[in-house]
């Protein structure tokens, strides 16, 4: 297929230089897409009808066998050999059982071996002879170590993960899922279904799946290319809202943070923005050839309370008042005997005297000046804030000393969203089709706004834990953040069956749960690892830094990657430790290999990342590096959770209660 593509000559179907360059660029895209990956089979099951798919299910009609695989391939006369994972047909191989065989005579599961075909199993659903069992190969291909990348899990997929992949476009899903339930593997996947069920709508409008920072999103970056989708953006939240030049280079206070990204800045901004318009107090006078038409004051009082009572954006509302005015000027002109057309309107809009009312009663707003003010004027954020902030929230969001520019500021985080809030009061953002937002536990309300203006007229998939929240401001419940994001209408599905920790590890981190999220459902894994938890104290006075390092070439004894996890305050003396032992380590986000297992991971940074085997340093300190104890623990119950095979848990300090008792 690929080698067909390559050999396509345009030279005679392309009318001119442009229909050239843009058919050999959909042509690269299709070469790109078409691409061999190392280790990753065309195919990994075959689907054995009873009848032919859309047959009458006649006694006697013949059925019909499919191949399934990551895309379509077919043969030289151009019939399939192997049918797309998303397409209709294949359903079957993930919601059929013996319970419900869907017409399946026959599924069959192949297993591979460095990308060599090594074994097959065989399901008879349609025998009620045969008992139902559970798949060695599926199981096997779960626990199958990890080195690089996140990989795709289209040969793994469970029938209830099935349902949120091939939900529809329309509807909005929230999915809820503690670690190991495949949230994030089942959001990436549901674009890879949306892109092929709806690829024209979502190639007009886009698609973007946006991650809590780049480690993250540099682990997931292959899974959509290796199923044959290459044109989904992927950023944070941090980059959709830095625009104009702006750049993070300051940070908050927790306690102020938490007001920046509090839902009701939003209303603060909001007033902000329309304090800029003023009522006239002047008639104006419009010179048109020898006449002069005056608009009297109070007309301009009511075009301008009409726009304000519309709600529009506060630019479109500007870009209408010239014309609105000069439109009144039209109907005086009528009036007179003349007979204007729409030239004479946009002329008289574009005059002077029309300018310089607009700019008077309706001012261009700078939304980085506008917050720059909001910030450093305590009378300016008094009079917008008042019965929205109390005054203390005020004091905290005030500058102590405020900068003399809009260059010149250190800008963090929450401040940027609400720039992005403001621009979005000025200017309408652009809306996308569809849009996957992971981890989205930790965002704050403001977060979420800037999220949902990014698919107003699209939807959405939310990914995330509500017991991984570690920000001060982590969501508290799924209905309040589907509020904020503008998807109240959301379907939210709770995943709770783990396929990614084993049992042991995941019993023993859900200990934390009455503490970090009362009530949430603990998760149940389908994998029992005798041995795969230890936890190790340190005695009469053991060197835990020489313990650590210990621990870990213990690990590297074992097959796949290794995650050396710690307290941000840890990672320079743990550092050190594996320089001196010579021991290489990878920085989150950086590929591992075969020659380079593994990597050393700040505990802020471990969230949606994974390991075959973790070594996790000194718990007390990852507790004790966060703002509150609520938010300690439960960035502890994200690095308890982060092993797929086994995790050394080691410490000198005692353990939290809830793990010691």
């Known amino acids: 297929m690929r080698e067909d593509v390559e050999a396509l000559d345009i030279r005679d179907v392309t009318a001119n230089w442009v229909n050239a360059i843009v058919l050999q660029a959909q042509i690269d895209d299709r070469i790109k897409a078409l691409a061999d990956l190392a280790h990753t089979p065309l195919f990994f099951g075959r689907l054995n009808y009873l009848h032919a798919p859309g047959a009458e299910l006649a006694e006697g009609a013949e059925g019909e066998q499919f191949y399934i695989g990551r895309r379509h391939v077919h043969d030289a006369d151009g019939d399939p050999m192997v049918i797309d994972w998303r397409a209709p047909v294949s359903q079957p191989f993930y919601r059929a059982s013996k319970k419900d065989p869907q017409d399946i005579a026959l599924r069959r599961r192949f297993g591979y071996t460095g990308g060599e075909l090594t074994a097959y199993e065989d ?34 997929i469970q029938p209830e993960q099935d349902e949120i992949v091939r939900s529809g ?83 908050d206070a927790a306690a102020t943070a938490v007001v920046k990204g509090d839902a009701r800045m939003a209303q603060v901004l909001r007033r902000a923005v329309r304090s800029h318009v003023t009522a006239p107090t002047e008639p104006l006078m419009v010179v048109r050839g020898s006449r002069r038409w005056r608009v009297p004051a109070y007309e301009l009082e009511e075009i301008v309370a009409e726009l304000q009572a519309r709600d529009i954006r506060y630019g479109a509302a500007r870009d209408a008042l010239p014309q609105r005015i000069a439109h009144t000027v039209l109907v005086r002109m009528e009036q007179a005997g003349e007979a204007p057309d729409d030239r004479v309107q946009d002329a008289v809009a574009r005059t002077a005297a029309v300018k310089t009312a607009v700019k008077a009663m309706w001012p261009a707003v700078d939304p980085a000046k506008l917050v720059l003010r909001l910030l450093s004027d305590a009378q300016f954020l008094a009079e917008h804030a008042q019965g929205v902030l109390s005054q203390e929230e005020q004091e905290l969001l005030l500058w102590a000393k405020p900068p003399r520019s809009v260059k010149s500021a250190k800008w963090s985080a929450a401040d940027l969203v609400l720039i992005d809030e403001a621009a979005d009061l000025v200017e309408r953002t652009h809306s996308l089709g569809h849009v996957v937002l992971d981890e989205a ?60 920790v084993p049992r ?68 320079a003396e743990l550092a050190g430790a594996l320089e001196a032992a010579g021991m290489a380590y990878l920085s989150p986000g950086e590929e591992t290999t075969a020659a380079s297992r593994l990597t050393l991971v700040p505990a802020s940074l471990a969230k949606g990342l994974e390991y075959d085997y973790v070594v996790l340093d000194e718990p007390a300190a990852i507790v004790s590096g966060e703002p509150d104890e609520r938010t300690g623990l439960r960035r502890l119950y994200v690095c308890l959770t982060r092993a797929v095979s086994g995790l050394t848990l080691l410490h000198a300090d005692p353990l939290p209660a809830a793990l010691a008792s």
């Open 169 to 251: 476009l329309s509807g909005s899903v929230c999915v809820q899922g503690g670690p190991g339930t495949g949230k994030t593997a089942v959001g990436l996947h549901r674009v890879a279904y949306l892109l092929y069920a709806h690829r024209e709508r979502l190639a007009r409008t886009g698609t973007l799946v946006i991650g809590p920072n780049r480690s993250f999103l540099h682990y997931i970056e292959q899974v959509l290319p290796a199923l044959g989708e290459l044109e989904v953006k992927q950023a944070t939240v941090e980059d959709l809202v830095t625009q104009g030049g702006l750049e993070i280079r300051g940070a």
């Open 441 to 500: 536990q930790d965002l704050s309300p403001m977060q979420y706004r800037a999220v949902g203006r990014r698919c107003t007229t699209g939807s959405a998939t939310v990914l995330g834990d509500l017991a991984q929240g570690t920000t001060p401001w982590a969501t508290r419940s799924w209905d309040e953040a589907l509020a904020h994001l503008g998807k109240a209408e959301a379907v939210l599905e709770e995943l709770t069956a783990g396929f990614r």
């Open 123 to 156: 399901e008879h659903l349609s025998d009620p002879s045969e008992a139902a069992a559970v798949s060695k190969l599926l199981q096997q291909e779960i626990e199958r170590p990890r080195v690089g990348p996140m990989r795709d899990i289209v040969a793994t």
């Open 504 to 571: 042991e590890v995941i019993a023993y981190a859900s200990r934390l749960l009455p503490s970090i999220s009362p009530g949430l459902a603990a998760v149940s894994s389908v994998r029992e690892t005798p041995g795969s938890l230890v936890v190790s104290p340190a005695v009469d006075g053991a060197d835990l830094t020489a313990s650590v390092i210990e621990a870990c070439r213990a690990s590297l004894g074992h097959e796949g990657s290794i995650g050396l996890i710690a307290a941000d305050a840890r990672i």
